[in-house]
T-cell receptor
Framework: AQTVTQSQPEMSVQEAETVTLSCTYD???????LFWYKQPPSRQMILVIR??????QNATENRFSVNFQKAAKSFSLKISDSQLGDTAMYFC?????????????FGKGITLSVRP | KAGVTQTPRYLIKTRGQQVTLSCSPI?????VSWYQQTPGQGLQFLFE???????NKGNFPGRFSGRQFSNSRSEMNVSTLELGDSALYLC???????????????FGSGTRLTVV
């Protein structure tokens, strides 16, 4: 079974600065997908960024980028130029590549606060 | 286009009662997944439906059931409610589910169920 670990329960960052959220996972599969989701107080889970394990290049979406280290099973999220609207819970998630593994396994999440 | 719609947004039920939650996926999406979110257990996968068939199931008791209709709308039912069933129930839709993750999963805002 896959596990996803987010060891930092809370983080705080000053507006306009950069913050990195950590995530590690464990799996025996060689191909899979990794995600970062954001959950603001509105409760809706919003996809921030996605990484396919067979792609060596780290994914980037505007101010959001990941550092994917497959051998170390590490998948961290870097938020550049933090904005007040980035305040939310962030979840790291794993999904296997096969149809039978069509479920997301989430970490416990990290609460990020952006200070003005 | 419209997002994933979950109804009702809030619900209060008494122990022993049953409840039905509804999820309308994004138009054209055929996969619908359900997740339970609690402070203690985090986000846990309940089940996934694809083309009216349950394709994957999490580790929940038989009191939790679901179904999907021909228009891809899904319902989730919990019978004989227990206090521990109090949670945010999230629905996620995808074009095909795990096999085409290029489209990702889009979540609704959830139904907050409180059992008293």
């Amino acid at each position: 079974a896959q596990t996803v670990t987010q060891s930092q329960p809370e983080m705080s960052v000053q507006e306009a600065e950069t913050v990195t959220l950590s995530c590690t996972y464990d799996t025996s599969e060689s191909n899979y997908y990794l995600f970062w989701y954001k959950q603001p107080p509105s409760r809706q889970m919003i996809l921030v960024i996605r990484q396919e394990a067979y792609k060596q290049q780290n994914a980037t979406e505007n101010r959001f980028s990941v550092n994917f280290q497959k051998a170390a099973k590490s998948f961290s999220l870097k938020i550049s130029d933090s904005q007040l609207g980035d305040t939310a819970m962030y979840f790291c998630a794993f999904m296997g590549h096969t149809g039978a593994n069509s479920k997301l396994t989430f970490g416990k999440g990290i609460t990020l606060s952006v200070r003005p | 286009k419209a997002g994933v719609t979950q109804t009702p947004r809030y619900l209060i039920k008494t122990r022993g009662q049953q409840v039905t939650l509804s999820c309308s996926p994004i138009s054209g999406h055929r996969s619908v997944s359900w997740y339970q979110q609690t402070p203690g257990q985090g986000l846990q996968f309940l089940f996934e439906y694809f083309s009216e068939t349950q394709r994957n199931k999490g580790n929940f008791p038989g009191r939790f059931s679901g179904r999907q209709f021909s228009n891809s709308r899904s319902e989730m039912n919990v019978s004989t409610l227990e206090l521990g069933d109090s949670a945010l129930y999230l629905c996620a839709s995808s074009l095909m589910g795990g096999l085409t993750l290029g489209y990702g999963y889009t979540f609704g805002s959830g139904t907050r169920l409180t059992v008293v």
